[in-house]
């Protein structure tokens, strides 16, 4: 999921909590040097970037960044999520949230089963939404464009899950200038939306929210489902109506095909599995008869 976050000056409320602090300020402030500078550069508040960038819970997130060279969409037991405890879960969900998956099903035309489906899949109904700073992750991703910070990450990467040292190369200068997209996203959305950006965690590969949006996809498609003039994917009825929001945007309705609600539901996750998994979820969601 990919969008996020406004320009020129960030009026971010910095109300940090502790966490996971650098070792070392003044590392901390070499390894992104090269990243604040160019967010400067483009745009962004030198001042609120320098002091975002200088709170103790920055961190050079070399473990969690690692997880993008060896992470395998082959290897994720999808199958769990049709256990009969899983879809019975997600029936109470469903009865839970009646409301609110009803009117985004009417305004957006998406059906609630795959609304239902994509946060059982993506978060487990709410219950994991990722325990990494997102800032951090993709701060850590983004400071690869250095080849200095390349060759500090690639030393810390576990010796036996390490790729190649010219594979290595090759995705990291490409996800880091993916990365420094989603960065700028998050720090515009947090902005706009007012939140901290050192209270957002998410995934390994800084998904966000119940949705597991990428700030990108938070920025540009996230919708406010209950109304309170705020977007914040770690509610329920912002969740439900920003999935059903990615979906019709991308040409989801009502009378859909299933060769074209695939190619949609693709474009969530790049994964046939997952595709898969959420028609036969929706399936069983439907038939009920699991019970």
């Known amino acids: 999921m990919k969008s996020f976050f406004l320009y020129s000056c960030l009026i971010i409320t910095l109300i940090f909590h502790a966490n996971i602090a650098f070792p070392n300020k003044n590392d901390s402030n070499h390894i992104f040097s090269d ?14 970037i320098d002091e975002l960038y200088s709170n103790q819970n920055i961190l050079f997130d070399s473990k969690g960044a690692s997880l993008f060279f060896v992470h395998s969409e082959s290897n994720l037991d999808y199958e769990q999520f049709v256990s009969k405890t899983a879809l019975k879960n997600a029936i109470i969900y469903m009865d839970k949230h009646e409301n609110n998956l009803i009117a985004a099903e009417k305004k957006y035309g998406v059906d609630k089963t795959i609304i239902t489906a994509i946060l059982l899949v993506e978060t487990s109904l709410g219950e994991y939404l990722g325990n990494r700073l997102v800032i951090n992750t993709l701060s850590t991703m983004a400071a690869l464009n250095n080849s200095n910070v390349r060759e500090k990450f690639y030393k810390e990467i576990n010796d036996s899950k390490k790729i190649s040292k010219a594979k290595f190369e090759k995705k990291s200068q490409y996800k880091a200038k993916w990365a420094y997209i989603e960065l700028k996203a998050l720090l515009k959305y947090s902005a706009r939306e007012k939140l901290d950006p050192f209270k957002i965690n998410g995934s390994y590969a800084g998904a966000l929210g119940l949705s597991q949006f990428l700030p990108s996809n938070a920025l540009r498609l996230a919708a406010d489902g209950n109304n309170d003039g705020t977007i ?3 509610q329920h009825p912002d969740a439900i109506y920003s999935i059903a929001n990615f979906l019709k945007h991308y040409g989801w309705e009502p009378s859909i095909s299933k060769q074209r609600a695939y190619k949609i539901l693709y474009k969530y996750n790049h994964s046939k599995p997952y595709v898969n998994i959420l028609f036969k979820i929706s399936h069983q969601l439907k038939g009920f008869s699991y019970i």
């Open 35 to 48: 990243l604040r500078k160019q967010l400067v550069e483009d745009g962004f508040n030198k001042e609120i």
């Open 232 to 234: 914040n994917l770690f």
